[in-house]
């Protein structure tokens, strides 16, 4: 590759994408790679601050920007995903499914410490909707060695570095406890937001059962759904230390095996989640749910509808960024809550 002066380069190949930027009005490219530059191109390419451009000279041992940026895109592109043509020597590789999104780091460290190589995901363990960009790839120069490609080949070994787990068609049911609700001396206004959370994974809600704050009423309700065939149970009020919240005895009761009942997040620190010897999950949601737009429930119910098994290890590990600011506007999953796991 060499450089040569713009006026001298009528006639000339463009080997990759120029870039022009005019504040708020454009940001493209002005000439694609393979322009055959004109005469009448030089005056915007010295308005774009180009006072040389440079000529393509072949070299086997090097690969173009835009070969290498499809190299990288498959390297990490997996089922449900496609990628976009190459724009600017950039691929972006999207969702084809909704679903749950997961990037191995150690390798995406790998990869992106090898030199040349730029590919920026947005954050894993989260879900994804069909059409949402995942990642973006390129290379830092016009040209890369061959060889360190193949480096980058090797630490794929075969597996991408990205899964999306598409959400499954699940079932639940909701348990309501309260003497209040339950006598009626109050409006229920939790269940209409499990509701919504429900709808949002398109989980069929085959049941809905208010009870006392009585253990037995609650472990009977329990088991109710799910012999009713439910695949996740969600248990709503009851969970503080207070002597009549008595969700998490019932649920023990019930015979699920409790995986955390308490979780390093503010807020949702009185969570419960387990399961019983089926995988049918149960979960308990402190009151915080009803009035708070994002919970630790947020966090982990995408890795129910996914079918991923939530770990005691999991839930230790919310403690970093497991402090939500209370944001005026709550932009989750575009911030730092919950990023721990």
């Known amino acids: 590759m060499k450089k040569i002066k713009t006026q001298d380069a009528i006639g000339h190949v463009l080997p990759h994408d120029m870039t022009r930027i005019v504040k708020d009005e454009y940001k493209g490219p002005a000439f694609k790679k393979g322009h055959v530059i004109k005469e009448e191109d030089i005056p915007l390419l010295l308005e774009m601050g180009k006072e040389h451009i440079y000529v393509l000279e072949k070299d086997e041992n090097m690969i173009h920007e835009n070969d290498a940026a499809k190299i990288l895109a498959n390297i990490c592109i997996n089922d449900y995903m496609e990628m976009t043509d190459v724009q600017e020597g950039k691929i972006e590789i999207k969702a084809t499914e909704d679903g749950f999104f997961e990037v191995d780091t150690d390798r995406l460290f790998e990869l992106n410490y090898l030199g040349d190589i730029a590919i920026a995901t947005r954050t894993g363990n989260l ?154 999950a149960i979960m308990g949601l402190p009151g915080c749910v009803m009035y708070t737009k994002t919970t630790v429930f947020d966090i982990l119910f995408p890795y129910v509808i996914a079918g991923k098994k939530i770990t005691r290890e999991q839930i230790a590990r919310l403690g970093y960024g497991g402090y939500c600011l209370k944001c005026e506007t709550c932009h989750y999953p575009n911030c730092e809550f919950g990023k721990g796991v």
Do not use: W
Not at 173 to 196: A, H, L, Q
Not at 238 to 250: C, H
């Open 127 to 280: 879900p994804v909707k069909k059409g949402d960009v995942l990642a973006g790839t390129r290379i830092i120069p016009l040209l890369i060695e061959k060889n360190q490609l193949e480096e980058a080949e090797k630490i794929k070994n075969g597996v991408p570095i990205f899964k999306i787990t598409p959400f499954r068609k699940l079932k639940g049911g909701i348990v309501t406890t309260g003497s209040e609700v339950y006598n009626n001396r109050i409006v229920d206004k939790f269940t209409p937001v499990v509701k919504d959370k429900l709808k949002e994974y398109n989980v069929e809600l085959i049941h809905h059962e208010i009870c006392d704050d009585k253990t037995e009423m609650i472990k009977n309700a329990i088991m109710k759904i799910k012999e009713m065939g439910a695949d996740v149970i969600l248990c709503t009020g009851g969970m503080s230390v207070d002597p009549d919240d008595l969700t998490p005895a019932a649920i023990k009761e019930s015979g699920a095996n409790i995986i955390a009942y308490g979780a390093p997040t503010l807020p949702g620190s009185m969570f419960l989640v387990g399961y019983f010897d089926d995988d049918t």
